[in-house]
Nanobody, 122 residues
Framework: VQLQASGGGLVQAGGSLRLSCAAS????????MGWFRQAPGKEREFVAA????????YYADSVKGRFTVSRDNAKNTVYLQMNSLKPEDTAVYYC????????????????WGQGTLVTVSS
């Protein structure tokens, strides 16, 4: 499975961006897709996740109410709509695939995209 993340860029605080993650294929074992981010000098952290089947979602507290994860099963694509962006949201954002439940644990994701940079200016 290859994952291709896109949609990053430079935006002012309070602005919006929508990230996309296209999967080359959706294997039977892929249960959910997650978004993670890594800021300079920090560890990679969970942002949001969604299941392919029911569309169930899970968010980090830091993005609840501002970010929305969604999926288009026909296109094997997952989206992350980011609103009310803050400078602390600046990071490289990664998408990943897991067969191990709707989880925030980095170790449970098997396939990772290459990342897309989001920069929020103050």
């Amino acid at each position: 499975v290859q994952l291709q993340a896109s949609g990053g860029g430079l935006v002012q605080a309070g602005g919006s961006l929508r990230l996309s993650c296209a999967a080359s294929e959706r294997t039977f074992s892929s249960y959910a897709m997650g978004w993670f981010r890594q800021a300079p000098g920090k560890e990679r952290e969970f942002v949001a996740a969604i299941t392919w089947s029911s569309g169930g979602t899970y968010y980090a507290d830091s993005v609840k109410g501002r970010f929305t994860v969604s999926r288009d099963n026909a296109k094997n694509t997952v989206y992350l709509q980011m609103n009310s962006l803050k400078p602390e949201d600046t990071a490289v954002y990664y998408c990943a695939s897991t067969s191990r439940g709707l989880t925030s644990a980095t170790s449970r994701y098997s396939y990772w995209g290459q990342g897309t940079l989001v920069t929020v200016s103050s």
